[in-house]
């Protein structure tokens, strides 16, 4: 399969999973608002919260077999598993710090997490990409998958 198959693939395959990451996403967050709302009785928030957290591992778990599958290399499949399993873990880092934060009361922190964070996780991102295209020039990285580079 082409580089620009796989393009073109990947990119359907990503847009019929937005629906579900979306509303996950969206159920997760109302839930981490509602546990530090109600603090006292935050037990089914925090249900919530676990339930999502599994629903989007199912979800990035599918993906990542998915675009693993389009690959023959071995070290390229282990790249593409360390990307997503780094993807997920940034979800539960983030509640960790915005709940954490919130019940210290230092507001100026979160800012300064979340910056961190995110900046850490674009550069191990960037070096696995880097790594993927060394070992299988062929596969598309992430900045590949987009609509002005799907072509039918």
């Not at 999973?17 to 996950?24: E, F, I, K, P, Y």
């Not at 608002?33 to 979800?59: C, H, K, M, N, P």
């Not at 919130?102 to 996780?121: H, T």
């Amino acid at each position: 399969m082409t580089k620009q198959e796989r393009i073109n693939v990947i990119y359907k395959m990503n847009q019929k999973l937005a629906w579900a990451r979306s509303v996950l996403t969206i159920v997760m967050m109302f839930c981490v608002f509602g546990i530090q709302r109600f603090e006292a009785d935050s037990g089914w928030y925090i249900v919530g919260v676990a339930s999502s957290l599994l629903l989007i591992s199912v979800v990035i778990s599918y993906e990542s077999r998915f675009v693993k599958s389009l690959t023959r290399e071995h070290e390229a499949k282990q790249i593409i598993t360390r990307q997503y399993v780094y993807d997920f873990a940034v979800l539960p880092l983030l509640i960790f710090i915005y709940l954490l934060t919130g019940r210290l009361g230092v507001i100026w922190v979160v800012p300064v997490l979340v910056i961190g964070a995110m900046i850490g996780f674009f550069r191990i991102q960037r070096k696995l990409e880097d790594r993927l295209t060394r070992e299988d020039p062929e596969h598309p990285i992430r900045r590949d998958i987009k609509l002005s580079n799907v072509k039918d």
